[in-house]
């Protein structure tokens, strides 16, 4: 079941779901909600939030998928030439993140993008590029998760040298001098500046 589906079950449940300026779920009445209605949502929060942002692009997504799971039924095709067939119906090119994140955990082209820059940058930093890799993974689930804590290593204050310059420039509000970066472990910091 989509999140789509999901929605409609609860607002027939009399169960409405709004999102939240921290972008986590408001459940209105909370109490109504089953235990297995409750972990649809966990498990599928990411896509319901979507929903509720782009109820446009969310119906026309379950649109899609409705044609090609009925081409693929009807037509006895294989599912990826059922979606092609979908696509060119709908008018549209095929979204090539349709398998990716929020549907499933695969990285979705902009996490690619993210994940590969992030490994470049963190082996310039000197991270052995196994490690690199294992850090930039880390951080897909992390801003998945809408964590906002940061490594210094995604931050323009770390130098060559493994260095924070901006508690070098006296820019980090009661740190004079030197400040010992904490690379690669998640924290909250009021001189991070994006790398
Ligand atoms: S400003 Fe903060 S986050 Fe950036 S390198 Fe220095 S200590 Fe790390």
């Not at 109820?55 to 997504?61: G, H, N, R, T, V």
């Not at 009925?70 to 696509?87: K, N, P």
């Not at 470049?120 to 490690?131: A, E, L, Q, R, Y």
């Not at 323009?156 to 980090?172: E, H, M, P, Q, V």
């Amino acid at each position: 079941m989509g999140a789509p589906d999901l929605l409609q079950g609860l607002r027939r449940a009399g169960i409405a779901l709004s999102v939240l300026p921290s972008g986590d779920l408001a459940v209105q009445p909370a109490s109504k909600l089953s235990q297995d209605q409750r972990a649809a949502i966990k498990s599928h929060k990411a896509a319901i939030v979507q929903a509720l942002q782009h109820p446009d692009e969310a119906s026309q997504k379950e649109a899609f998928e409705e044609r090609a799971a009925i081409i693929e039924h009807d037509g006895e095709m294989s599912r990826e030439h059922a979606e092609r067939m979908a696509a060119e119906i709908h008018g549209e090119p095929l979204d090539p993140d349709r398998h990716c994140w929020p549907q499933t955990e695969a990285m979705n082209t902009r996490e690619i993008d993210r994940f590969t820059g992030r490994v470049d940058s963190f082996v310039m930093c000197g991270v052995n590029p196994v490690k690199a890799e294992r850090l930039a993974y880390s951080l897909v689930t992390r801003d998945r998760e809408g964590d906002d804590r940061r490594m210094c290593l995604e931050c323009s204050g770390l130098d060559s040298k493994g260095r924070c310059t901006s508690a070098r420039r006296g820019r980090i509000e009661g740190v004079i001098g030197l400040l010992e970066p904490v690379t690669h472990i998640l924290h909250r910091c009021e001189g991070f500046e994006e790398r």
